[in-house]
């Protein structure tokens, strides 16, 4: 049988639906309001969320609370396994793939709307009763969160002067019927530096927000500088994945384009000069659980979305993930493995074998290096290319570097590598008063006097690997090749 071909999001639960054991769904009842991402927890969020969790399967939630006509799916990234199968790759090569797709970009085309299946269903802001909340099953993670978010919306806007167009995944919270707030994190995106130009011009910014897409752009939409610099449209990543270009359309409301095959989309324009605080609608002082593992402190004053529209496909189908859930791992880390292969290969090729942007850091803070020395002079080298992993991606905080024959998938070897391979008072490399990321709570002058600003951190490199004249002392145990499903058949 032929695999099937993902274009969208309903592809790729159909794919899903063909490996046992990646898809589940349930026609129970569900309350988006912390009970939703309640039951996932335990299904299969993983990552730093806080235990009991595990890595299981993407799941469908087919009745939703408040929402007669919705479908919400959550956890359709959250295994690497998965991801890669999706991307039509490896779990241990999908970074490779992408640092391709970087070079073989393949530029959005904009189709005509009336073959844009995210507009068969349209409702504009002018019609009665219109209410994004009623309208949009956005769930929120806990009890304590600001209000309903979305978490997986592709926000698409063009530069006012240039044309230039981005697209990034941001905090979204819907906070009124035609409301909604956009969280930046300072100086990291490019749609922050548009929405800037904009308002210092006295411009509102037309913008879209995608939700429930083709996987390939959620995770290209994770690219960042250096690898992707501003005036680099991220859906030209997910072009070259697929082979084609990603197709666009115009919006009904704005003056912005959207992605033509979403499940929904919401139109509307950032403002000039207002702002609104995060949590005003419960007082909670905390926005939602994001990737480091905590909740987020709410924001005092965060730019407004008006929306002027929302198009769904027919039956849409709401998208969604936990915050700090693997599903971060995998958008944010394969797209950070892509970066640092990239660099450190054009810097000193062949000796990289490969990086894994591991799940302890969210995707972003932590990074476990392979790296193999062939000759004497690779000594040293290995630190050199940990200097050029923090270029690629600044809000890496720690490298941990291993030998070529330690699993860098499973952190029990890197755990075992670091152990057995590595003295404390040599092989830790500080570089203390690097900016690194505001969300991580560590990073702040109260837990070191180091520390001068809030999201300045202490990059640290571990060398576990093997000194290139010690190799000789460091052989693991070899133990016979044999195939044991001779004795168990069932073995995977």
Known sequence: MAKK????????LELLETMPGQLVSTDVEVDPSAELAGVYRHVGAGGTVARPTKLGPAMMFNKVKGHPDAKVVIGLLADRKRVAAMLGSTYEKVGFMLKDAVKDAILPVTIPND???CQEVVYKATDEGFDIRKLIPAPTNTPEDAGPYI???????????TGESDVTIHRLCLQSKDEITMFFTPGARHLGAMREKAEALGKPLPISISIGVDPAIEIAACFE????????DE?????????KAVELTDCVSVNAKCIANAEYVIEGELLVETRIREDINTNTGKAMPEFPGYTGPANEALPVIKVKAVTTRKNPIMQTCIGPSEEHV???GIPTEASIID???RAMPGRLQNVYAASPGGGKFLAVMQFKKGVPSDEGRQRQA???AFSAFPELKQVILVDEDVDIFDMNDVLWAMTTRMQADVDIVTIPGVRCHPLDPSNDSSCSWTIRDHGIACKVIYDATVPYNEKGRFHRAKFMEVDPTKWLPDFK
Not at 225 to 232: D, E
């Open 5 to 12: 071909e993902v274009i969208d999001l309903r592809s790729a």
């Open 115 to 117: 073959k844009a299946k």
């Open 151 to 161: 978490t997986l919306g592709m926000c698409y806007a063009s530069d006012v002067e």
């Open 225 to 232: 500088p250096p690898t992707t610099p501003f005036g680099f």
């Open 235 to 243: 859906l030209s990543i997910a072009g070259a994945i697929r082979g």
């Open 330 to 332: 995998n958008m944010a």
């Open 343 to 345: 660099m450190v290969e």
């Open 386 to 388: 940990a200097l050029l």
